[in-house]
């Protein structure tokens, strides 16, 4: 989810003028079969001799939040593929709020899944923030269709909290003036935010853009999915799939504090990213690429 956040945040590993998701990445634009339609993606190609990736955006994300870790997992053999869900940025989507259920978002995602086991190998399958609760549901959905889970900066039930008020505030002005409403409050709030001010005008200029793209149909029932979604953390942990919980140490969405009991309760692998606070993909790219690519190659030989 990228929304302004409210925690006291750390220094960012990132430098101020680092672009963040306008990270070259060298991945081609591909698009990809979806039960309400194409879903637009990011692929770096190759055979992926390391493994083959799926990642899935969070709430108002897309693929380029993966950005600056495309081409350095490239390089390592991995064959990555990023999308925007539905309703997403550059994937059209439903003029249904309905269409937005967990349960709808993980079926495209195991679609997806399908498509690139025939092309290079069943993938591992990353999820971020709210692309953790739809990718959760893919494996619970279908767990042979993925070798692994790595949950990012994600929870074990619904989203509580500060960006959870802040999402019932918006839910009105949805109704009231749509995206464009929602976009100019928003950039107001980001105004206060000390963290928003560092980030370089042609990233500011991309969030812009990238957000009044979303449907408002989506955003309307991705909110509501997120806040209302069940606690599944048994159901997971009962399909043996590998799973990796990764955060950033001052996460201010689920807090630090219910991830790691949330890995325990899977008996999953569990790292905190320093330097990071939602969103580690951009926050601090070098490590989330060492915790990533040590807990996939920790696998190389699992039967999956």
């Known amino acids: 989810m990228v929304l302004p956040g409210t925690s006291d945040s750390p220094d960012l590993a990132i430098a101020p003028d680092d672009l963040r998701q306008l990270a070259d990445h060298d991945a081609s634009p591909r698009t990809l079969p979806g039960r309400a339609g194409p879903l637009a993606a990011l692929d770096t190609g190759g055979d992926g001799p390391s493994g083959t990736v799926l990642m899935v955006a969070g709430y108002t994300g897309s693929k380029e939040d993966f950005a600056p870790l495309l081409a350095p997992l490239a390089a390592d053999g991995y064959r990555v593929v990023a999308i925007d869900q539905r309703g997403q940025y550059e994937s059209p989507g439903p003029d249904d709020p309905a269409a937005y259920s967990v349960a709808e978002l993980a079926a495209d995602v195991v679609d997806v899944a399908h498509v690139l086991r025939g092309e290079t190998g069943t993938p591992h399958l990353l999820g971020h923030?709210?692309?953790?609760?739809?990718?959760?549901?893919?494996?619970?959905?279908?767990?042979?269709?993925?070798r692994s889970l790595t949950l990012l900066g994600s929870g074990p039930a619904r989203l509580v909290g500060p960006r959870a008020d802040l999402l019932d505030h918006l839910g009105p002005l949805l109704e009231q003036g749509g995206v464009e409403l929602v976009h100019a409050t928003l950039e107001q709030l980001a105004m206060t935010d000390e963290r928003a001010q560092v980030v370089p005008e042609a990233t500011r200029a991309f969030y812009a853009r990238r957000f009044l793209a979303n449907t408002a149909a989506g955003l309307r029932g991705m909110a509501d999915a997120m806040t209302s979604e069940p606690d599944r953390v048994g159901e997971l942990a009962a399909t043996g799939v590998p799973v990796l919980v990764a955060h950033g140490a001052a996460d201010d969405a689920w807090t630090p504090a219910a991830q790691t009991e949330m890995a325990r309760r899977l008996g999953a692998r569990h790292e905190v990213i320093a330097g990071a606070i939602h969103s580690p993909a951009v926050e601090n790219p070098p490590r989330t690429l060492e915790v990533l690519t040590t807990f996939w190659s920790s696998l190389s030989d699992d039967a999956r």
């Open 129 to 146: 923030s709210f692309g953790g609760l739809v990718s959760r549901a893919a494996v619970l959905a279908d767990p042979d269709a993925f």
